[in-house]
């Protein structure tokens, strides 16, 4: 599972950080890997050619059957018309895709479907209480925190999980939180005013 | 044109004020709709084949694999290869193939299995080497075209008069516009008839391309862009081989097909900001005017495309001369990106300007304002310069280079800006009040993210005395009528005068069925605070809805058109930046820009100084992260993606001040590129305020700083 580092102590590198400091995380992500691997029980296979997947999303279930490959992304956007988190570099670099899973963000373009079965997922989708905004969604109207708007849903999931975990952050712990989403359009320094301006959600 | 009833009025009710974009909900929501998330029954998803090489000829192609793959529909060549004309692909990515399947993963998977055999041949993608003549020639013409030089004055004379003349070599970068919503098509046919959802800058253009290109009548051609993730220029040109490919795998496979290209692609295949680079010899005299400027100029804007940029940019020298040379690589083509051409001639500009300042101790604002042209209402740089110095601080800069203790340095620099936009018709709209009280603003453009439907329903309400949120806006719909291409910043000062003249002509129209019933002639009524009543005289009128009941079944119906008067052209701005550089490791930290900024008659604040805030931060983008990496040997892009391509987030923002100046008078302008135009310059003069050290190159990296550093104190 892709998970973000969303950790807003300020203290731990997020993963942009990390790859621009480093440029190694990939190299030692693969050395690591097949040792791991092979101290583990081999699980059972399964695949290739579609497979069932059962999804708990935003509280309701949601049966597939995908290929094991298939990303938490596209199985609700291209299977299931959950079309509100986006697809913007398809490789957990840019955020437009973010949800939340059991209250940690991940880049879910990066994670696959089957992993995070019988585990609770938010997608932007679910957000919203019919026309009542969730009080992140209400602050990035008043505060005009979008232009295009592509990758606002990631953004909005993005801060819903900083507030939950920590509902009073410092400036400097909103910036670490948000470091992991791009805006092309540039709207940051009103993304940043707006998270700010939240009160009131509940720690998750 | 004075006192026409259309004319912009002195006390607007809505215009100019915080309103929140109108699709804010549908978009934090995730209920806005873009090409991205238009799924159709049954429909099919496609992907192309492009080439791996820089320079090759296409020998063979075999489509027969990808079409026994599992879920695959259909798979098309872009073009005919068989013939000896027009087999060369001339760039990494130029389109060979398209393959349409059930899934995406299939048609990734299909998309693979396709076996092109190309005939690999040299290319040319270093500059350098293409401007000595040590790379192979590719370009039938050769790779290096002459563009037009430029004189004026007496270059001999100029110099003989300076005082001090500085010469330096000065560039910018090859940038992509990666938008955040890649270039993507969904198409559906029925019959001839041929439905289109796409991401794009112009659905009218579109709708032309499609028509022209698959050799149909566009009136059976409907283009949708309801929402859009950026397009910066990228998205102004035509639909591309792709949305071309999307309308011929849908035609043949009988499908709905949708075509989305992934991150690699928009890199190599959607366009650039072309390079810009400059070698520059300046006179300067002891009271500080430019008295020459000799500039020989280059770029690349790709595969046989241009890369001009104004040089000097807005400075006034009455002696210099400028030649310049377009280098064609085998890379993809440009095309215009956020203020095309002023991003690079301002850098390329603004920095020796800093250099000639110091050469005769001049502050460099005072040193600017020497040198501008005169003021006038489109060139207040003179007036902006001083502003923003007082309310920035400018007093507190220390001369070049920061004497401090300790390895963190500070530093502020500054530049101006300058940009055409403005309006022009054809450019119609169409209001409609119906019965029960709703207005409909109709026209056929597109909203790219700036705000455009929050703008339409701006004018609207305040042209009827009624709220935003009470205005209907239809637009991103070909069947909503003609309307321009959204580029150059021009949309907003063409669409304006139109929406306010159909609003008015509308009103004027309801005012006839309202005044029998108040007993009034209906020229005294006018429309506020949602009443329709005679001026001054709240007892004598009724609630908009009241009013409305009297428009009967048929709705009114108005047009309005583009007038000359309500929107001029060309705006002038200035900005400030402050950095740190820590000059133990080479990184530039932004922390403050002030953007003083005119743009005619504010339409809608709060999305016009988002533009503002957007484009600082592009061009902050330009000055300190983003590239074009391209091996020097295989000419493939090294960091064709989102984390090797380095963007700003959010703890790179510095504080950002936004000053409008409100300039009612001279119209709607438009300020989609001024604000992009000069931040990037001003980081760089920063940086050598902060340094001592001059950074004639972007993008300022750590690498660049302190090998800069190292020279400059060698």
Known sequence: MATKDDSSDGLRFNRRNFLRTTGLVGLAETIAAPVELAAESTPAAVGPGDVPVRLNVNGRQIDLMIEPRVTLLDALRTR???????????????????????????????????????????????????????????????????????????????????????????????KKGLDGNICRCGTFSRIFEAVSSVKGVQRG | MANSEFDWPAKPSVLGTHINRLDGPDKVTGRAKYTFDINRPGMLYARMVRSPHPHARVVSVDLSAATRMPGVRTALLTRDFSGSQNNRVMFQGDEVAAVAAD????????????????????????????????????????????????????????????????????????????????????????????????????????????????????????????????????????????????????????????????RKEEHLATGNRPSAASRIKA????????????????????????????????????????????????????????????????????????????????????????????????AMWRSYLLEGAAEFGWNKRHATGDKTAGPIKTGMGVSINTWGGGGRGPSPAHCEIASDGGVIMRLGTQDLGTGTRTLVAVITADALGLRPSQIRPEIGDTLYGVSALSGGSTTAASISPGIRVAAIKALDALKEKVAPALGVDAASLVAAGGRIQVENDPSKGMTWADACKRIGPQPIAADGEWRAGMSSSTTSGAQFAEVTVDIETGIVKVTRVLVVQDCGLVVSRLTAESQCYGGVVGS???????????????????????????????????????????????????????????????????????????????????????????????
């Open chain 2, 103 to 262: 899934t995406e993963e299939h048609a990734i998977d299909a998309a693979r299995s396709i076996r092109v055999e190309y005939d690999v041949l040299p290319h040319v993608t270093v500059v350098e080497k293409a401007l000595d003549g040590t790379a192979p020639v590719v370009f039938t013409g050769g790779n290096v075209r002459d563009g037009r030089p430029a004189q004026a004055g007496d270059l001999t004379a100029g110099f003989g008069a300076a005082a001090k003349v500085v010469e330096g070599t000065y560039s910018t970068q090859v940038i992509t516009h990666n938008c955040m919503e890649s270039h993507g098509t969904v198409c559906e046919w029925n019959g001839d008839r041929l439905m289109v959802w796409i991401s794009t800058q112009g659905i009218n253009a579109a709708r032309e391309n499609f028509a022209s290109a698959l050799g149909i009548p566009q009136a059976n051609v409907r283009v949708i862009c309801q929402y859009m993730g950026g397009g910066f220029g990228s998205k102004a040109m035509s639909v591309g081989a792709e949305g071309l490919m999307c309308a011929k795998l849908a035609k043949a496979a009988n499908a709905p097909v949708k075509l989305m290209l992934d």
């Open chain 1, 80 to 174: 299931a018309n959950l079309t509100g988190d986006k697809r913007g570099c398809d490789r957990g670099a840019c955020g437009a895709c973010t949800m939340i899973v059991d209250g940690r963000t991940v880049y879910s373009c990066s994670t696959l479907a089957i992993e995070v079965q019988g585990k609770q997922i938010r997608s932007v989708d679910g957000l919203a209480s019919g026309d009542q905004l969730h009080p992140v969604q209400q602050a990035f109207c008043d505060k005009d925190a979008l232009m295009c708007g592509f990758c606002t849903p990631g953004f909005i999931m993005a801060s819903v999980a900083l507030l939950e975990k920590n509902p009073n952050p410092t400036p400097e712990q909103i």
């Open chain 2, 283 to 378: 006179g300067v005299s002891a009271d500080g005017i430019i008295t020459a400027f000799d500039a020989q100029s280059w770029g690349t804007g790709g595969a046989g495309a241009t890369a001009d940029f104004p040089l000097p940019y807005i400075y006034q020298i009455a002696n210099r001369h400028r030649s310049h040379k377009n280098v064609f690589t085998n890379t993809g083509q440009q095309r215009p990106m956020r203020a095309p051409g002023h991003p690079q001639g301002s850098f390329n500009t603004e920095i020796i300007m800093d250099e000639l300042a110091d050469q005769v101790n001049i502050d460099p604002i005072a040193f600017r304002i020497k040198n501008l042209p005169p003021e006038a209402a489109n």
């Open chain 2, 620 to 714: 902050l983008n330009f000055a300190l992260f983003e590239d074009r990496i391209l091996d020097r040997n295989t000419g493939q892009m090294l960091n064709p993606n989102m984390e090797w391509y380095l963007l700003a987030g959010m703890s790179d923002i510095p504080r950002i001040e936004v000053r409008l100046k409100e300039q009612p008078e001279r119209g709607v302008i438009g300020l989609g590129e001024p604000p992009t135009v000069s931040t990037a310059a001003a980081i760089a003069l920063a940086v050598r305020n902060a340094t001592g050290v001059t950074m004639r190159s972007l993008p300022l990296t750590p690498a660049r700083i302190l090998g800069a550093m190292r020279l400059g104190k060698g």
